[in-house]
């Protein structure tokens, strides 16, 4: 059974570095041809693609905010996480990670999310 | 960036209707576009992926159809638990992969 579970802060202050892990179970990965992405929502609106990372350990990144995020993994502790700095109100939302349909990016495994609010 | 439109945002529709939405891709994407279901307070659920493939455990009143800029997604008769918000999604540009808008389903 395949799940994929986030953790982090639910607040944190502007300027601050927002740190998120997420965990998956039921499939490794170092699997050929997976990968997991980081997909934010704020409230209310659309979802937005943050940052992939495949199994060879290749990343890519959202052009818009490709300076504040770095993801990465721990194949050993089957964990991906994402930093994201110089955190702004405007990004308060739901975090999301989601597994890829091979090397394809279609999500076919998604994570209940995290919300996590950006306030003094 | 590719742009990924919706229309319409919201539709309003009676149980055993035929609903449709499109998306259309600011430049063609191919075949490569998903369809995803999300219900309030929910992650999103993979519906049609490569435009008309459907998802395992996916019923088959869903079905998607579409290529280049313009895809469809059409729920054959629309049952209860349909009524939610769909978005699209490319998977051909990356990166980075874009989200249409969404289109709420409600209860008419």
């Known amino acids: 059974q395949v799940t994929l579970k986030e953790s982090g802060p639910v607040l944190v202050k502007p300027t601050e570095t927002l740190t998120l892990t997420c965990t998956v179970s039921?499939?490794?990965?170092?699997?050929?041809?997976?990968?997991v992405s980081w997909i934010r929502q704020p409230p209310g609106k659309a979802l937005e693609w943050l940052a992939h990372i495949f199994s060879n350990d290749e990343k890519s990144y959202s052009t818009s905010l490709k300076s504040r995020l770095t993801i990465s993994k721990d194949t050993s502790k089957s964990q991906v996480v994402l930093t994201m700095t110089n955190m702004d109100p405007v990004d308060t939302a739901t975090y999301y990670c989601?597994?890829?349909?091979?090397?394809?990016?279609?999500?076919?495994?998604w994570g209940q999310g995290t919300l996590v609010t950006v306030s003094s | 960036d590719i742009q990924m439109t919706q229309s319409p945002s919201s539709v309003s529709a009676s149980v055993g209707d035929r609903v449709t939405i499109t998306c259309r891709a600011s430049q063609g994407i191919s075949s490569w576009l998903a369809w995803y279901q999300q219900k309030p307070g929910k992650a999103p659920k993979l519906l049609i992926y490569a435009a008309s493939s459907l998802q395992s455990g996916v019923p088959s009143r869903f079905s998607g159809s579409g290529s280049g800029t313009d895809f469809t997604l059409t729920i054959s008769s629309l049952q209860p638990e349909d009524f939610a918000t769909y978005y699209c999604q490319q998977a051909n540009s990356f990166p980075p992969w874009t989200f249409g808008q969404g289109t709420k389903v409600e209860i008419k």
């Open positions: 989601a597994r890829s349909l091979g090397e394809l990016g279609y999500f076919d495994y």
């Open positions: 039921g499939f490794s990965l170092s699997n050929a041809r997976m990968g």
